[in-house]
Structure formats: C-alpha cells, structure tokens
C-alpha cells in the first residue's frame, strides 16, 4: 500500500492526513479491551487529569514516570503512558509493517518510534475530562529538526461531542511569535494575530480503524467529552531515522524502535 502523490501533497500543505478504515475492527476492539483492563486498574505509568493540566511547562520537560497519580483524591485517568512495553498487541499495532510505506513517503526517510513521548493510549472521560487547548506537540520535543509525526488510532467514534481532534491546517508550516502563544505555550486564540487563523480549524469525525497522521508542528486541540462513554485512542510517534533527539533531554531519555 502507498499514499498517493494527493495524499502526500495534503500532507505537507495542512499538516494531517486521514486514513480511513485503516485497521481492521477486530484489532481495535483487542486494543480497547486490554486498553480498559489497565485503565480499570491505573496500571502505571499513567497521566492523571490534574497532572495534564497543571504541569507548568517545565515539569512538561522533565516529568518522570508515574508516582504523583498516587497523590490524587480523585483519579481521572488521562493516558495510559508506555504503551509500548504494555503488551504485544500494542506493540504490533506500533510496528505493524503496512502503515510503514505510508510513514516513510510522508518523512521522506525510515521511520523509527521514539518511545520519548505519544506512545499512550489517550482517553477522554465523561463528565471529568477536561478541554484540550491548542498546542503544538514539539512545543515540549527535543529533536534535531521537525520531521516528526504521529499516529492516532479512533477505537471508537470520535466526533464533537466527545473531544475529537481539530487541526488547523497548514500551521505547522508557520513562524509563529513567542507572543503567540500562553502559558505552558498553549496558542492564543484571542491574540489578534491567531484570530483567523484559529477561526480555519478543522474537524473530521472519525470512526473505529481511521487513521490520522499528523505533523509535530500543526496545532491541534480537542474539547471535553460530553457524552457518556469514555473515548479511548491510541497514539505514537515516529521520527525520520536521521532526526535524532538531543542527548541529555527528555526525548533522548527512552529507547527508539528502528522498524527497518
Ligand atoms: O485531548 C486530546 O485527546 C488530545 C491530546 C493531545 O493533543 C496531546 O496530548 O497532544
């Protein structure tokens, strides 16, 4: 399977790329049921509601793995984190060898999975959720240079009312100002400079075995759950095999996983 030249050129003009019906659902509902098991029991590491939005921007920088969800009354489960070393049908899906073609023409070289960072399963949970602002990913990445992406995985239905994610398209290809952006260098839609840019986000429901590819760089965000089931994903990263993660930082902390 390869992407055609549209798909690629999509790619690099707004930054993601929507494979529809990509893995089968047979699989995501395997992924789902183990995915639930660990989050029934908070298996570590994981990533709390609280911890995901009150980490200033250097905690984002060095935070460790796991501890400070036992410190938590009320324990909302944000990602599973590590996914990786959770269990072989996760890490299948991260190395499955058909997505690899796919991923070598958008980073014009071999993939490698760094383990660093998105390499969780994302939940959003009814009710305690909390609303995903716009962001960056590599606002808190140490690489040599950008060419990283990521890959989520819709186990379920993904749409408005339970926090699926916006792009705004072509971001990822822009200088912004440090002005542009907050605290914890979340993007400002009220600055008058990020206006419009934010009024041009884009929305695609996503239903189980779509696959959205998207640039490190491309802002993106997602609103709370409303609904009453939690919505469950999977994402991970790759990396081009010649961007390395600068030594003695987070992103050079865990292993990669050269697919060849
Ligand atoms: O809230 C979400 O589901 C989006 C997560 C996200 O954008 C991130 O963790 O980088």
Known sequence: MKLTHEQVADFKEKGYLILRGFADAELCDTILDIAKAHLKHCVPPIETELEYGGKSTEERVVISDG???????????R?????????IVFRRWMENAKIRPLLTQLLGEEPVITLAHHNSIMTKM????????????????????????????????????NGVLEFIPGSHRISFAPEQFGEKEYFLTDHPKNRNLAAAKEQSELHKGDVVLFHCKLLHRANQNQTDKPKISFVYTVRAKSNHPIANTRSSDFSDVVLG
């Open 126 to 161: 009814p009710h305690r959720s909390t609303e995903t602002s716009w962001h960056q990913d590599f606002r808190y990445w140490r690489f040599e240079n950008d060419n990283l992406l990521s890959v989520w995985l819709a186990l379920g239905e993904e749409n408005d009312s």
């Open 67 to 77: 501890g400070a969800e036992h410190l938590e009354e009320q324990l909302t489960v």
């Open 79 to 87: 990602r599973l984190r590590q996914v990786y070393d959770r269990d």
